[in-house]
């Protein structure tokens, strides 16, 4: 992703996890994405996790108003214990070329 | 990543300076830059490999820019409808890099790197920590005026640049 390191000005949300409060929230700003970008899912994937996060688990960001908010583990967080994948989210109408 | 047709060129994407990110998620995907010379430009994100994350550069108006924001104009009406005629891609590696930069004529775009018809704003921009400054110009001067009043500087021979610059230190002191 395009970080603008040359003026000093990157942060650290890439090391973070993506999150979103609901999976309605999830699901609406993926089809989002999609529309304006077709390649979304070579940069961030294209399934949905879904599960419960806990104080013990790390820290979090506030969510915004999209829903999202991102999650920073603490060290030996195993969030495979408590999150699934329970949807595929690209939509088959389009393939490349 | 697949091949685009357009012209190889030389270009220097350093002096840009980051206004927004418009789109975003783990890293920005669509941000707004202004050059050294005022102008808008958007940087598109379309396709990554192993090495690099491709992007389209594409010059606006900021006019329009607005009405992407205000969701008059989709993604895709205002990427096919560059200011210069045309749009540039680079390819960007993991060390920040720029290179390939092609000058692509916007019907050579593949397909899949274009935005959907209904691509309207659904987001939340995120102003650069040094913005303020240079949105002064664009808070100061109303959007719905600006073509007018730029088109007057330029018929003049004053340049636009110089204005965002006065505007931006009257505003700070």
């Known amino acids: 992703m395009l970080q603008d390191i040359h003026n000093g000005k990157a942060n650290t949300s890439l090391l973070a996890l993506s999150c979103f409060a609901t999976t309605e929230k999830a699901e609406t700003f993926y089809a989002n994405l999609r529309k304006a970008f077709k390649n979304v899912d070579i940069s961030i994937g294209d399934s949905l996790s879904e599960g419960i996060l806990s104080n013990e688990d790390g820290r979090k960001t506030i969510t915004s108003s999209n829903g999202h908010f991102d999650f920073y583990e603490y060290e030996g967080c195993d969030l495979n214990k408590s999150f699934q994948i329970t949807k595929n989210l690209i939509a088959k109408e389009y393939e490349k070329g | ?173």
Do not use: C
Request: proline share 5%; no cysteine.
């Open chain 2, 1 to 173: 990543m697949r091949r685009v047709e357009g012209y190889d060129i030389q270009y220097d994407f350093s002096s840009f300076r980051k206004i927004a990110d418009l789109i975003y998620f783990d890293g920005p995907l669509l941000s707004h830059f202004v050059s050294s010379k005022g102008d808008d430009y958007l940087f598109y994100w379309v396709d990554r490999d192993e090495r690099d994350n491709r992007w389209m550069v594409v010059r606006v108006s900021l006019a329009n820019l607005q009405k992407y924001v205000g969701k008059e104009l989709s993604l895709r009406e205002l990427i096919e409808t560059p200011n210069d005629g045309y749009l540039y891609f680079v390819d960007v590696d993991n060390d920040i890099h720029y290179h390939d930069v092609k000058l692509v004529q916007p019907s050579a775009v593949p397909e899949e790197y274009l935005p959907e018809a209904d691509s309207y704003y659904e987001f939340e921009p995120t102003p650069a920590d040094d913005a303020d400054e240079l949105m002064t110009y664009e808070l100061t001067i109303p959007y719905k005026e600006r073509n007018h009043f730029e088109e007057i500087l330029h018929k003049i021979g004053f340049p636009v640049s110089t204005l965002k610059k006065v505007v931006s230190q009257a505003a700070i002191f």
